[in-house]
Protein backbone atom coordinates (compact mmCIF):
# COMPACT_ATOMS: atom_id res chain seq x y z
CA UNK A 1 0.00 0.00 0.00
CA UNK A 2 2.47 2.24 0.70
CA UNK A 3 4.86 1.32 -1.92
CA UNK A 4 1.61 2.38 -4.34
CA UNK A 5 1.16 5.87 -2.56
CA UNK A 6 4.92 6.27 -3.25
CA UNK A 7 4.82 5.08 -6.75
CA UNK A 8 2.06 7.27 -7.83
CA UNK A 9 3.85 10.11 -5.67
CA UNK A 10 6.75 9.72 -7.91
CA UNK A 11 4.53 9.15 -11.20
CA UNK A 12 2.87 12.53 -9.99
CA UNK A 13 6.43 14.65 -10.01
CA UNK A 14 7.63 12.78 -13.29
CA UNK A 15 5.05 13.15 -15.06
CA UNK A 16 5.11 17.34 -15.90
CA UNK A 17 8.94 16.39 -16.46
CA UNK A 18 8.39 13.78 -19.27
CA UNK A 19 6.49 15.92 -21.60
CA UNK A 20 8.74 19.08 -21.50
CA UNK A 21 11.96 17.28 -22.22
CA UNK A 22 10.22 15.33 -24.93
CA UNK A 23 8.67 18.51 -26.11
CA UNK A 24 11.89 20.43 -25.96
CA UNK A 25 12.89 18.10 -28.44
CA UNK A 26 10.61 19.45 -31.35
CA UNK A 27 11.66 22.87 -31.92
CA UNK A 28 8.21 23.59 -32.94
CA UNK A 29 7.06 23.44 -29.08
CA UNK A 30 10.27 24.39 -27.70
CA UNK A 31 9.06 28.07 -27.80
CA UNK A 32 5.88 27.61 -25.82
CA UNK A 33 6.69 24.67 -23.83
CA UNK A 34 7.93 26.50 -20.60
CA UNK A 35 6.54 30.06 -19.95
CA UNK A 36 7.20 29.70 -16.41
CA UNK A 37 10.66 30.03 -16.76
CA UNK A 38 10.26 33.59 -18.52
CA UNK A 39 8.43 35.25 -15.72
CA UNK A 40 10.53 33.11 -12.21
CA UNK A 41 14.25 33.96 -14.17
CA UNK A 42 17.28 32.94 -11.75
CA UNK A 43 17.85 34.25 -8.10
CA UNK A 44 21.19 33.32 -6.93
CA UNK A 45 23.93 35.41 -3.96
CA UNK A 46 21.24 37.90 -3.89
CA UNK A 47 21.07 38.98 -7.65
CA UNK A 48 18.01 38.51 -9.57
CA UNK A 49 18.39 38.21 -13.25
CA UNK A 50 15.26 37.03 -15.85
CA UNK A 51 17.72 34.70 -17.88
CA UNK A 52 20.96 33.41 -18.17
CA UNK A 53 23.77 35.92 -18.71
CA UNK A 54 25.01 36.16 -22.21
CA UNK A 55 28.73 34.93 -21.93
CA UNK A 56 31.89 36.68 -22.04
CA UNK A 57 34.21 34.95 -19.92
CA UNK A 58 36.09 32.86 -22.34
CA UNK A 59 39.71 33.31 -20.84
CA UNK A 60 38.06 31.49 -17.09
CA UNK A 61 36.58 28.58 -19.17
CA UNK A 62 35.11 28.35 -22.64
CA UNK A 63 31.85 26.20 -23.65
CA UNK A 64 33.09 22.72 -24.65
CA UNK A 65 32.37 22.44 -28.40
CA UNK A 66 29.71 19.62 -29.38
CA UNK A 67 32.10 18.43 -31.84
CA UNK A 68 34.46 17.60 -28.86
CA UNK A 69 31.52 16.21 -26.70
CA UNK A 70 30.50 13.99 -29.13
CA UNK A 71 34.62 12.67 -29.32
CA UNK A 72 34.53 12.52 -25.59
CA UNK A 73 30.80 10.69 -24.55
CA UNK A 74 32.06 7.50 -26.03
CA UNK A 75 34.88 7.03 -23.31
CA UNK A 76 32.48 8.12 -20.58
CA UNK A 77 29.73 5.99 -21.29
CA UNK A 78 30.61 2.19 -22.44
CA UNK A 79 34.70 2.86 -23.54
CA UNK A 80 35.47 3.00 -20.36
CA UNK A 81 38.76 0.93 -19.77
CA UNK A 82 42.00 1.74 -18.45
CA UNK A 83 44.30 2.81 -20.81
CA UNK A 84 47.38 1.37 -19.01
CA UNK A 85 45.91 -1.78 -18.82
CA UNK A 86 47.43 -4.46 -20.81
CA UNK A 87 45.47 -7.36 -20.56
CA UNK A 88 42.44 -6.41 -21.86
CA UNK A 89 40.59 -4.88 -25.03
CA UNK A 90 38.81 -2.37 -22.71
CA UNK A 91 42.88 -1.55 -22.12
CA UNK A 92 43.79 -1.36 -25.61
CA UNK A 93 41.15 0.59 -27.12
CA UNK A 94 41.38 3.15 -24.40
CA UNK A 95 45.10 3.20 -25.00
CA UNK A 96 44.78 3.57 -28.31
CA UNK A 97 42.34 6.54 -28.37
CA UNK A 98 44.93 8.09 -26.01
CA UNK A 99 47.91 7.90 -28.32
CA UNK A 100 44.98 9.50 -31.26
CA UNK A 101 44.75 12.38 -29.22
CA UNK A 102 48.43 12.48 -28.48
CA UNK A 103 49.16 12.81 -32.17
CA UNK A 104 46.06 15.37 -32.68
CA UNK A 105 47.97 17.45 -29.99
CA UNK A 106 51.57 16.93 -31.45
CA UNK A 107 49.92 17.81 -35.14
CA UNK A 108 48.57 21.34 -33.74
CA UNK A 109 51.84 22.60 -32.25
CA UNK A 110 54.40 20.83 -34.73
CA UNK A 111 56.16 18.15 -32.46
CA UNK A 112 56.30 15.17 -31.97
CA UNK A 113 54.12 12.78 -30.01
CA UNK A 114 56.52 11.65 -28.29
CA UNK A 115 57.00 14.93 -27.08
CA UNK A 116 53.60 15.25 -25.50
CA UNK A 117 53.00 14.58 -21.62
CA UNK A 118 49.42 14.75 -20.33
CA UNK A 119 48.60 16.41 -17.14
CA UNK A 120 46.00 17.75 -15.31
CA UNK A 121 46.37 21.24 -16.51
CA UNK A 122 48.15 24.59 -17.00
CA UNK A 123 49.34 24.92 -13.77
CA UNK A 124 50.91 21.73 -13.26
CA UNK A 125 52.22 21.98 -16.59
CA UNK A 126 54.36 25.01 -15.53
CA UNK A 127 55.46 23.20 -12.07
CA UNK A 128 56.82 20.80 -13.65
CA UNK A 129 58.29 22.90 -15.89
CA UNK A 130 59.85 25.14 -13.56
CA UNK A 131 60.69 23.33 -10.76
CA UNK A 132 62.09 20.40 -13.32
CA UNK A 133 64.61 23.54 -14.21
CA UNK A 134 64.27 23.65 -18.13
CA UNK A 135 63.25 24.55 -21.29
CA UNK A 136 59.61 23.97 -21.53
CA UNK A 137 56.59 25.52 -23.83
CA UNK A 138 53.21 25.58 -22.13
CA UNK A 139 50.66 24.15 -23.75
CA UNK A 140 46.56 24.87 -23.25
CA UNK A 141 44.72 24.19 -20.21
CA UNK A 142 41.06 22.93 -20.72
CA UNK A 143 38.76 21.72 -18.26
CA UNK A 144 40.83 19.70 -15.82
CA UNK A 145 43.36 18.00 -18.61
CA UNK A 146 46.68 19.59 -19.97
CA UNK A 147 49.37 19.09 -22.39
CA UNK A 148 53.32 19.92 -21.87
CA UNK A 149 55.33 20.13 -25.00
CA UNK A 150 58.78 18.89 -23.79
CA UNK A 151 61.93 18.89 -26.58
CA UNK A 152 63.11 15.33 -27.31
CA UNK A 153 66.28 16.46 -28.35
CA UNK A 154 68.98 17.76 -27.06
CA UNK A 155 67.56 15.54 -23.65
CA UNK A 156 65.60 17.69 -20.66
CA UNK A 157 65.84 15.79 -17.39
CA UNK A 158 62.88 17.09 -15.23
CA UNK A 159 62.27 16.20 -11.73
CA UNK A 160 58.60 14.57 -11.21
CA UNK A 161 56.56 16.33 -9.50
CA UNK A 162 54.06 13.33 -9.14
CA UNK A 163 55.27 10.13 -7.90
CA UNK A 164 53.12 6.72 -8.37
CA UNK A 165 52.63 4.11 -11.27
CA UNK A 166 55.16 5.72 -13.92
CA UNK A 167 53.08 6.54 -15.87
CA UNK A 168 53.66 9.39 -19.14
CA UNK A 169 57.35 8.01 -19.01
CA UNK A 170 57.62 8.83 -15.53
CA UNK A 171 57.06 12.53 -15.83
CA UNK A 172 53.79 12.79 -14.53
CA UNK A 173 52.57 9.53 -12.80
CA UNK A 174 48.76 8.73 -12.50
CA UNK A 175 46.09 7.34 -14.72
CA UNK A 176 45.52 9.21 -18.01
CA UNK A 177 42.31 10.64 -17.99
CA UNK A 178 40.78 8.63 -21.32
CA UNK A 179 37.91 11.00 -21.80
CA UNK A 180 39.34 14.26 -21.21
CA UNK A 181 42.46 13.15 -23.15
CA UNK A 182 40.57 12.91 -25.87
CA UNK A 183 38.38 15.86 -25.76
CA UNK A 184 42.14 17.82 -25.86
CA UNK A 185 42.71 15.84 -28.85
CA UNK A 186 39.32 16.63 -30.83
CA UNK A 187 39.26 20.26 -29.55
CA UNK A 188 43.28 20.46 -31.05
CA UNK A 189 42.60 18.96 -34.76
CA UNK A 190 39.29 21.24 -34.66
CA UNK A 191 41.19 24.43 -33.48
CA UNK A 192 43.70 23.23 -36.37
CA UNK A 193 40.95 22.99 -39.47
CA UNK A 194 38.72 26.26 -37.68
CA UNK A 195 41.83 28.16 -36.74
CA UNK A 196 41.74 30.47 -40.22
CA UNK A 197 37.71 30.79 -40.00
CA UNK A 198 37.63 31.08 -35.81
CA UNK A 199 40.48 34.19 -36.17
CA UNK A 200 38.80 36.06 -38.65
CA UNK A 201 35.59 36.21 -36.79
CA UNK A 202 36.46 36.58 -33.70
CA UNK A 203 39.09 39.85 -34.71
CA UNK A 204 36.30 40.98 -36.42
CA UNK A 205 33.63 40.45 -33.17
CA UNK A 206 36.86 42.19 -31.32
CA UNK A 207 36.69 44.98 -33.09
CA UNK A 208 32.84 45.43 -33.43
CA UNK A 209 33.03 45.60 -29.69
CA UNK A 210 35.68 48.31 -29.08
CA UNK A 211 34.47 50.81 -31.77
CA UNK A 212 30.80 50.32 -30.17
CA UNK A 213 32.15 51.15 -26.84
CA UNK A 214 33.86 54.14 -28.06
CA UNK A 215 32.22 55.31 -30.61
CA UNK A 216 29.72 55.81 -27.29
CA UNK A 217 32.21 56.56 -24.52
CA UNK A 218 35.66 58.52 -23.82
CA UNK A 219 38.63 57.49 -21.71
CA UNK A 220 38.56 53.54 -22.69
CA UNK A 221 41.75 52.42 -23.26
CA UNK A 222 42.82 49.03 -24.02
CA UNK A 223 45.01 47.32 -21.64
CA UNK A 224 48.18 45.71 -23.60
CA UNK A 225 49.04 45.57 -26.82
CA UNK A 226 46.86 46.22 -29.54
CA UNK A 227 48.61 44.71 -32.22
CA UNK A 228 50.64 41.68 -30.59
CA UNK A 229 47.76 40.35 -29.10
CA UNK A 230 44.96 37.68 -29.28
CA UNK A 231 41.73 38.64 -30.81
CA UNK A 232 39.75 37.34 -28.10
CA UNK A 233 40.92 38.83 -25.38
CA UNK A 234 39.48 42.53 -24.81
CA UNK A 235 40.68 43.73 -21.64
CA UNK A 236 39.58 47.73 -21.10
CA UNK A 237 39.32 50.12 -18.76
CA UNK A 238 36.92 53.23 -17.74
CA UNK A 239 37.99 56.10 -16.52
CA UNK A 240 36.56 57.39 -13.45
CA UNK A 241 34.60 54.09 -12.99
CA UNK A 242 35.56 51.55 -10.51
CA UNK A 243 35.71 48.26 -11.67
CA UNK A 244 33.83 46.13 -9.00
CA UNK A 245 30.95 48.52 -9.15
CA UNK A 246 30.75 48.25 -13.23
CA UNK A 247 31.33 44.36 -12.51
CA UNK A 248 27.91 44.82 -10.10
CA UNK A 249 25.85 46.60 -12.44
CA UNK A 250 26.19 44.09 -15.84
CA UNK A 251 24.60 41.75 -14.02
CA UNK A 252 23.51 40.51 -17.70
CA UNK A 253 26.97 39.77 -18.86
CA UNK A 254 29.31 37.40 -17.51
CA UNK A 255 32.84 39.02 -17.39
CA UNK A 256 35.49 39.32 -15.25
CA UNK A 257 37.61 42.19 -13.64
CA UNK A 258 41.65 41.64 -14.78
CA UNK A 259 42.42 38.04 -14.49
CA UNK A 260 40.52 35.37 -13.17
CA UNK A 261 43.22 34.58 -10.73
CA UNK A 262 42.73 37.42 -8.47
CA UNK A 263 39.17 37.49 -8.24
CA UNK A 264 38.54 36.64 -5.12
CA UNK A 265 40.66 39.70 -3.97
CA UNK A 266 40.38 43.20 -4.77
CA UNK A 267 43.31 44.09 -5.41
CA UNK A 268 43.74 45.40 -9.01
CA UNK A 269 45.57 42.82 -11.62
CA UNK A 270 49.38 42.34 -11.04
CA UNK A 271 49.28 41.00 -14.69
CA UNK A 272 48.07 44.26 -15.44
CA UNK A 273 50.38 46.19 -13.30
CA UNK A 274 53.21 44.47 -14.42
CA UNK A 275 51.98 45.93 -18.13
CA UNK A 276 52.40 49.09 -17.10
CA UNK A 277 48.77 50.18 -16.68
CA UNK A 278 48.54 52.97 -13.60
CA UNK A 279 47.23 51.98 -10.65
CA UNK A 280 43.90 54.10 -10.74
CA UNK A 281 43.41 52.96 -14.52
CA UNK A 282 43.82 48.90 -13.06
CA UNK A 283 41.17 49.38 -10.38
CA UNK A 284 38.45 50.17 -13.71
CA UNK A 285 39.39 47.11 -15.59
CA UNK A 286 37.08 44.70 -17.09
CA UNK A 287 38.03 41.83 -19.63
CA UNK A 288 35.98 40.92 -22.31
CA UNK A 289 36.69 37.39 -23.91
CA UNK A 290 35.05 36.70 -27.29
CA UNK A 291 35.24 32.91 -28.38
CA UNK A 292 33.97 30.50 -31.22
CA UNK A 293 30.48 30.92 -29.99
CA UNK A 294 30.04 34.50 -29.39
CA UNK A 295 27.45 36.05 -31.73
CA UNK A 296 27.06 39.58 -32.99
CA UNK A 297 23.98 40.27 -31.32
CA UNK A 298 25.75 39.41 -27.84
CA UNK A 299 28.44 41.98 -28.29
CA UNK A 300 25.90 44.96 -29.27
CA UNK A 301 23.72 43.50 -26.31
CA UNK A 302 26.89 43.46 -24.29
CA UNK A 303 28.16 47.21 -25.78
CA UNK A 304 24.37 48.41 -24.42
CA UNK A 305 24.70 47.57 -21.20
CA UNK A 306 28.02 48.46 -20.62
CA UNK A 307 27.84 51.73 -21.85
CA UNK A 308 24.46 52.26 -19.72
CA UNK A 309 26.00 50.79 -17.03
CA UNK A 310 29.55 53.34 -17.55
CA UNK A 311 27.42 56.56 -17.90
CA UNK A 312 25.01 55.76 -14.74
CA UNK A 313 28.41 55.81 -12.55
CA UNK A 314 30.48 58.84 -13.98
CA UNK A 315 26.77 60.63 -13.64
CA UNK A 316 26.98 59.89 -9.92
CA UNK A 317 31.19 60.41 -9.84
CA UNK A 318 32.47 63.79 -8.22
CA UNK A 319 35.37 62.96 -10.41
CA UNK A 320 34.39 62.61 -13.55
CA UNK A 321 32.49 65.58 -12.75
CA UNK A 322 35.35 67.47 -12.05
CA UNK A 323 37.32 66.42 -14.69
CA UNK A 324 34.33 67.58 -16.77
CA UNK A 325 34.83 71.33 -15.87
CA UNK A 326 38.77 70.89 -16.49
CA UNK A 327 40.51 70.29 -13.04
CA UNK A 328 43.35 67.96 -13.63
CA UNK A 329 42.90 65.26 -11.16
CA UNK A 330 46.46 64.15 -10.69
CA UNK A 331 47.58 68.09 -9.89
CA UNK A 332 44.86 67.48 -6.98
CA UNK A 333 46.53 67.45 -3.14
CA UNK A 334 44.49 64.85 -1.44
CA UNK A 335 44.35 65.11 2.52
CA UNK A 336 45.36 62.24 4.34
CA UNK A 337 42.26 60.71 6.76
CA UNK B 1 40.13 5.26 -58.35
CA UNK B 2 38.34 2.09 -58.46
CA UNK B 3 37.47 3.17 -54.38
CA UNK B 4 36.01 6.83 -55.15
CA UNK B 5 33.28 8.16 -53.88
CA UNK B 6 30.48 9.18 -56.65
CA UNK B 7 30.19 12.87 -56.63
CA UNK B 8 26.77 14.04 -54.98
CA UNK B 9 23.90 15.48 -57.04
CA UNK B 10 22.89 19.01 -56.58
CA UNK B 11 19.80 17.93 -55.03
CA UNK B 12 21.38 15.77 -52.55
CA UNK B 13 24.10 18.83 -51.61
CA UNK B 14 20.70 21.23 -51.11
CA UNK B 15 18.77 18.02 -48.82
CA UNK B 16 22.17 18.48 -46.81
CA UNK B 17 22.38 21.91 -46.55
CA UNK B 18 18.50 21.81 -45.18
CA UNK B 19 19.19 18.72 -42.76
CA UNK B 20 22.13 20.84 -40.85
CA UNK B 21 20.05 24.00 -40.98
CA UNK B 22 17.44 21.57 -39.52
CA UNK B 23 19.55 20.07 -37.11
CA UNK B 24 20.53 23.63 -35.86
CA UNK B 25 17.60 24.79 -35.00
CA UNK B 26 16.54 21.46 -32.09
CA UNK B 27 19.87 22.92 -30.44
CA UNK B 28 18.15 24.26 -26.83
CA UNK B 29 21.43 26.24 -26.07
CA UNK B 30 21.85 29.85 -28.31
CA UNK B 31 25.19 30.12 -28.77
CA UNK B 32 25.54 26.61 -30.23
CA UNK B 33 22.48 26.83 -32.20
CA UNK B 34 23.14 29.83 -33.99
CA UNK B 35 27.33 29.02 -34.57
CA UNK B 36 25.43 25.73 -36.44
CA UNK B 37 23.32 27.79 -38.33
CA UNK B 38 26.18 29.96 -39.40
CA UNK B 39 29.05 27.39 -39.71
CA UNK B 40 26.66 25.67 -42.10
CA UNK B 41 26.05 28.87 -44.42
CA UNK B 42 29.25 29.65 -44.26
CA UNK B 43 30.92 26.06 -45.44
CA UNK B 44 28.45 26.24 -48.20
CA UNK B 45 29.15 29.46 -49.25
CA UNK B 46 33.08 28.34 -49.48
CA UNK B 47 32.98 25.48 -51.08
CA UNK B 48 30.35 26.82 -53.80
CA UNK B 49 33.70 27.19 -55.93
CA UNK B 50 34.95 23.31 -55.73
CA UNK B 51 34.78 21.63 -58.84
CA UNK B 52 36.87 18.86 -58.65
CA UNK B 53 34.75 16.01 -58.08
CA UNK B 54 36.64 14.01 -55.47
CA UNK B 55 37.03 17.28 -53.32
CA UNK B 56 33.25 17.71 -53.74
CA UNK B 57 32.93 14.25 -53.04
CA UNK B 58 35.21 14.65 -49.60
CA UNK B 59 33.11 18.00 -48.61
CA UNK B 60 30.12 16.04 -49.00
CA UNK B 61 30.53 13.10 -46.55
CA UNK B 62 32.24 15.55 -44.43
CA UNK B 63 28.85 17.27 -44.44
CA UNK B 64 27.37 14.06 -44.13
CA UNK B 65 29.64 13.03 -40.61
CA UNK B 66 28.89 16.91 -39.31
CA UNK B 67 24.93 16.12 -39.87
CA UNK B 68 24.92 12.77 -36.97
CA UNK B 69 27.40 14.30 -34.38
CA UNK B 70 24.87 17.71 -34.87
CA UNK B 71 21.87 15.41 -34.70
CA UNK B 72 22.90 12.86 -31.58
CA UNK B 73 24.47 16.32 -29.51
CA UNK B 74 21.15 18.07 -30.37
CA UNK B 75 19.55 15.02 -28.12
CA UNK B 76 22.24 15.57 -25.64
CA UNK B 77 22.12 19.46 -25.01
CA UNK B 78 18.55 19.33 -25.02
CA UNK B 79 18.37 16.56 -22.52
CA UNK B 80 20.82 18.84 -19.87
CA UNK B 81 19.25 22.41 -20.78
CA UNK B 82 18.57 24.45 -18.38
CA UNK B 83 15.37 25.31 -16.77
CA UNK B 84 15.96 29.31 -17.65
CA UNK B 85 16.58 30.33 -20.87
CA UNK B 86 19.45 32.36 -22.46
CA UNK B 87 18.69 36.54 -21.48
CA UNK B 88 19.58 36.48 -26.04
CA UNK B 89 16.48 34.03 -25.94
CA UNK B 90 14.02 36.08 -23.94
CA UNK B 91 12.05 38.68 -26.31
CA UNK B 92 12.20 41.87 -24.58
Same mark, same amino acid.
Request: include cysteine; charged fraction near 25%; charge should be positive.
Given at each position: ??????????RRSLSPRIPTSIRSLSTAAAAVAEP????????????????????????????????????????????????????????????????????????????SPKEIVFTSGATECNNISVKGVMHF????????????????????????????????????????????????????????????????????????????????????????????????????????????????????????????????????????????????????????????????????????????????????????????????????????? | ???????? &????? +??? #? !?????????? $???????? &????? +??? #? !?????????? $?????????KSQLQVAKRQAVVYSLYAPKVKSIM????
Amino acid at each position: MASKVLAAAVRRSLSPRIPTSIRSLSTAAAAVAEPFDETAGISMKGVKISGRPLYLDMQATSPVDPRVLDAMLPYFVSRYGNPHSRTHLYGWESDEAVEVARAQVANLINASPKEIVFTSGATECNNISVKGVMHFYKEKKKHGVGALYMRRRPRIRVEPQMNGGGQERGIRSGTVPTPLVVGMGAACELAMKEMEYDEKRVTKLKDRMLNGIRDRLDGVVVNGSTESRYAGNLNLSFAYVEGESLLMGLKEVAVSSGSACTSASLEPSYVLRALGVDEDMAHTSIRFGIGRFTTEEEIDKAIELTVNQVEKLREMSPLYEMVKEGIDIKSIQWSQH | MATAVPPP &TRTEI +ISL #F !RSLLRSAREF $SDYNIREY &TKRRT +IDS #F !RDNKTLSDPS $SIAAAFTDGKSQLQVAKRQAVVYSLYAPKVKSIMDIKP
